[in-house]
C-alpha cells in the first residue's frame, strides 16, 4: 500500500524505480518502513535480529505534532561490535550546488536521551556503479532537549566534517560550511545521492541505563533537496494495515472459523494475507497464505464479510462462518456486487416481467441489462440503443425513421419509469447498468413499444445487490 502524497511545482523524474520531486515538493509519510516505498527509509538495527533493518515503530503523535520515531541504545548495551542504530535515509538525488542552495532543516525532539539526531550526506564521485568510492560528510547539531521541537538549520551549520571513507564514521580534516564543499572543486557537479538523519552508536546512546529506553527522538518533518518530508499519523484506528478512506471496515480483528476448509479463506490477525488450506491428497490439507489479502477486501475480515453479505441480502452465509470464505464470496466482495437473479424480459411482452424476490428497502442494487432483440421492420434493439439495417449507419438512441416517436422508443423501462441505462453512450457488447435503491418490492422490468405483436427476442436484466 503506497501512502505516499506528493504535491509537485515543476519537474518529477524517475530514479532507480523511485519517483523523486523536484523543488517545493511535499512527500507524506505515514509508515516507517524498511523500503523505499514510503520515499524514506526508515530503519532501526540491533543485536536482537543480528542487525537486519526493521521498522523503528509507527508514526504517532508526540508532543502536540505528528512524528516518526528515531532510536539508538536499546536495552542493556552490548559489546561493541553489536551496538545498535537508527536512521532515516533520503535519496534527493541532486547536485551538490542546488543541495547547499535549497533549504535543509529537520524539526525534533527527544523523548530520551540527550544525544541528537544528526545528519550525514553521501556524494557520488567516481563509478556510479560503486559507492565505495563516494565520499560521506557529517553534522552534529549540539544537544537540543526533549521540552519542544526544534528545527535544526543543517543548511548554515559550520561543523561538517569528513568522514575517512564513506562508511567509516571516522571524520577526518576541518570543520566547514555546506557551502564551502559544495564550492569545492572536487566535488563541482556531483550528486548527493544519500542524507541521512541517525541516531547511534555508542555506549553514550545506552545513558541513563536504569530505565533501557536508550535514546529516542521523534523527527515531524524534514526538508532535504528541495523536498518536504512531512511525517503524519496513519489514519488505521483497527491497525490492520489498511488505512483512511481505503479501509471500509472498522474494528477488524481476526476470523475464528470452527473449521478452516479446503479453498476456505479466513484472515487470522496477522500481515496482510488472508489463509487458506489446500488438499495434498489422501485427506490431508495443508495451511498456506491465500491469494487474497486484506487490501484487496478493503480492510474487511471473512466475517465482516459474511455480515455485509447478510445486510445487503437477507440471506443466511452460516457455512462460511463455520469453515471460512469461498473464493467465490470474497471475489463478490472486492467485485462490490452479489448476484441475485437474472429476469428475463421478452420484448412481445407489453406487461413487463418481475423479479421472483424482493429488494429490499433502501438497499443499493445494480441492474445490468445486456443482449438484443428485435422489434420488426428490420429493427434490433438493446437495453438504450436502435440500429434499423435498412436505415442505419450506427446504432442510436431514437429509432432510425420514428425519431417522431421519441428517443424512449424500445428502451428497457424499471418500474413502468425510464431511467438512463450505462453513461447514456452506446455500448458494442449491448452491456449497461443502471444502480438504484430497492423499494420493499419485486423489480419489474419492460420494453416500451408501441406495437408489441411482431417484436421477438428477450433482453436479460442480471440484479446484483451492491455490498457497500
Known amino acids: 500500500m503506497k501512502k505516499i502524497s506528493l504535491i509537485l511545482v515543476g519537474l518529477v523524474f524517475g530514479f532507480a524505480g523511485f519517483t523523486v520531486a ?21 530503519a532501526y538495527y540491533g543485536p536482537s535480529n543480528g ?9 504517532q503523535v508526540y508532543l502536540g505534532r505528528s ?63 560503486t559507492r565505495d568510492d563516494n565520499v560521506a560528510f557529517q553534522m552534529v547539531p549540539a544537544p537540543y532537549g526533549s521540552v519542544a521541537y526544534v528545527t535544526v538549520n543543517a543548511g548554515t551549520a559550520t561543523n561538517w566534517l569528513q568522514w575517512t571513507t564513506p562508511s567509516s564514521g571516522i571524520t577526518t580534516g576541518d570543520a566547514r560550511m555546506l557551502e564551502d564543499i559544495a564550492a569545492d572543486p572536487l566535488y563541482a557537479g556531483k550528486t548527493v545521492i544519500r542524507t541521512y538523519l541517525r541516531l547511534g552508536m555508542g555506549t553514550s546512546y545506552y545513558l541513563p541505563t536504569t530505565d533501557d529506553n536508550g535514546t529516542v527522538g521523534f523527527v515531524d518533518k524534514a526538508t532535504i533537496g528541495g523536498v518536504t518530508y512531512d511525517f503524519v499519523l496513519v489514519d488505521d484506528e483497527d491497525d490492520d494495515g489498511v488505512v483512511g478512506e481505503a479501509d471500509i471496515c472498522a474494528d477488524t480483528v ?52 459474511l455480515d455485509g453479505l447478510e445486510e445487503a441480502t437477507g440471506f443466511d452465509f452460516d457455512g462460511h462462518r463455520k469453515f471460512g470464505c469461498s473464493k467465490s464470496v470474497l471475489e463478490d466482495w472486492i467485485a462490490n456486487r452479489y448476484y441475485l437473479e437474472t429476469v428475463e424480459v421478452p420484448a412481445i411482452d407489453a406487461d413487463g416481467v418481475s423479479s421472483l424476490m424482493s ?20 429493427i434490433d434493439f438493446d437495453a438504450d440503443f436502435s440500429f434499423r439495417s435498412i436505415s442505419s449507419v450506427v446504432w442510436t438512441d431514437a429509432v432510425s425513421t420514428y425519431e417522431y416517436l421519441t428517443d424512449t422508443l424500445l428502451d428497457l423501462m424499471v418500474d413502468g ?12 457488447d449491448h452491456v449497461y447498468e443502471y444502480e438504484t435503491a430497492g423499494a420493499g418490492s419485486p423489480v419489474t422490468f419492460g420494453v416500451y413499444d408501441v406495437y408489441y405483436p411482431n417484436n421477438t427476442g428477450s433482453l436479460f436484466v442480471d440484479i446484483f445487490a451492491k455490498l457497500y
Not at 542487525?51 to 515503530?57: D, K, L, W
Open 22 to 42: 523536484s523543488a517545493e515538493s511535499l512527500v507524506l509519510v505515514d509508515q516507517l518502513l524498511p523500503d523505499w516505498s514510503e520515499g524514506v527509509y526508515s
Open 51 to 59: 542487525h537486519v533493518a526493521v521498522s523503528p515503530g509507527t508514526t
Open 67 to 129: 512524528a516518526g520515531i528515531i532510536k539508538a541504545g536499546q536495552g542493556v548495551e552490548p559489546a561493541p561490535s553489536d551496538w545498535d542504530e537508527g536512521l532515516f535515509a533520503f535519496r534527493p538525488i541532486v547536485t551538490i550546488e542546488e543541495f547547499a542552495d535549497d533549504d535543509l532543516t529537520y524539526d525534533v525532539v527527544n523523548q530520551y536521551g540527550v544525544n541528537p539526531v544528526w545528519m550525514t550526506i553521501e556524494i557520488e564521485v567516481g563509478d556510479p556503479d
Open 254 to 305: 481476526a476470523d475464528n472459523p470452527e473449521e478452516l476448509g479446503v479453498n476456505r479463506h479466513t484472515w487470522k490477525g496477522i500481515g496482510d494475507l488472508f489463509t487458506t488450506f489446500v488438499s495434498t491428497g489422501k485427506g490431508n490439507k495443508s495451511e498456506v497464505p491465500s491469494e487474497f489479502s486484506l487490501t484487496e477486501t478493503q480492510g474487511c475480515s471473512c466475517n465482516q464479510i
Open 359 to 378: 429488494l429490499i428497502g433502501g438497499q443499493d442494487y445494480i441492474f445490468k441489462a445486456r443482449e438484443t432483440a428485435n422489434a420488426g421492420d428490420s
Open 417 to 428: 419509469g425510464f431511467v438512463t441505462w450505462g453513461d447514456n453512450t452506446y455500448h458494442a
